[in-house]
């Protein structure tokens, strides 16, 4: 394959070889998300929504709470 290295040589070029795909390995895994962006947008959109819904329960819940304490007119 190499035959103009000598053994010492082409065990280095081996080893620069080995260190050149790990970082190269490392780039690409610091580059690119983990989570795909579309994911990440849909979790947002879903925490958003159950943020707002537990605001409306919590309105609700603060009415109930306030007419049981209101004297009643009758």
Do not use: C, G, W
């Not at 690409?28 to 849909?42: D, K, N, Y």
């Not at 929504?49 to 007419?67: F, G, N, P, T, V």
Request: hydrophobic share 45%; net charge positive.
């Amino acid at each position: 394959m190499l035959p103009n290295l000598s053994a010492s040589q082409l065990i280095i070029f081996l080893v620069l070889i080995e260190h050149a795909i790990i970082i190269t390995r490392a780039a690409i895994s610091a580059l690119v998300p983990h989570t795909p962006t579309s994911v990440v947008l849909q979790i947002a959109k879903l925490e958003h929504r159950r943020r707002e819904a537990l605001k409306i329960l919590e309105r609700e819940s603060m009415r109930e709470h306030q007419r049981q304490q209101s004297p009643s007119n009758i």
